[in-house]
């Protein structure tokens, strides 16, 4: 069975800081990957995702995540964060025949 | 286009009723999934439709269940509600279905049983 783990609940940060938000799976078959994020009552929307390809993937907004299919993580980065980033971030994976299964999520606290 | 709506966004219930839940999708979009979402378990996923059709389906008990429409609406119910379902419940679509598809989501609709 897929799992997701993101191994930081809560990440607080100071505006202009970088970020690193973690993220680490587990599957026997190949997978993608996904970032979601989820601001104060609100669904979720689709921030980036690994499909195949390049495993850098970049989102409009500059943040950017990385496959590494060895140490099977996809941790999400940013090198500058605004206060408006303030969000629950959510990593999720999924694979042919499967439903996406989600981690349970980060909070990205930005203060100034 | 229109984004994902459901209805309705809040509700209260008590202890052994049942609910329905409504979901319209994207215009277009034929793939419907609904998650539960707690503090406690964090999102997890219920079923997904395609085409009236559930290819789906998560670990939850037989009190759950859905259905798709031909016009792509989707609806759960929940019957005998317990407390532990008090939850967001949120539904999302996609064009199709597929495990590379974006899942595009609704707001959600914030169940409370009392």
Known sequence: ?112 | KAGVTQTPRYLIKTRGQQVTLSCSPISGHRSVSWYQQTPGQGLQFLFEYFSETQRNKGNFPGRFSGRQFSNSRSEMNVSTLELGDSALYLCASSPVAGARETQYFGPGTRLLVL
């Open chain 1, 1 to 112: 069975a897929q799992s997701v783990t993101q191994l930081d609940s809560q990440v607080p940060v100071f505006e202009e800081a970088p970020v690193e938000l973690r993220c680490n799976y587990s599957s026997s078959v190949s997978v993608y990957l996904f970032w979601y994020v989820q601001y104060p009552n609100q669904g979720l929307q689709l921030l980036l995702k690994y499909l195949s390809g390049s495993t850098l993937v970049e989102s409009i907004n500059g943040f950017e995540a990385e496959f590494n299919k060895s140490q099977t993580s996809f941790h999400l980065r940013k090198p500058s964060v605004h206060i408006s980033d303030t969000a629950e971030y959510f990593c999720a994976v999924s694979s042919e025949g499967t439903a996406l299964i989600f981690g349970k999520g980060t909070t990205l606290s930005v203060s100034s």
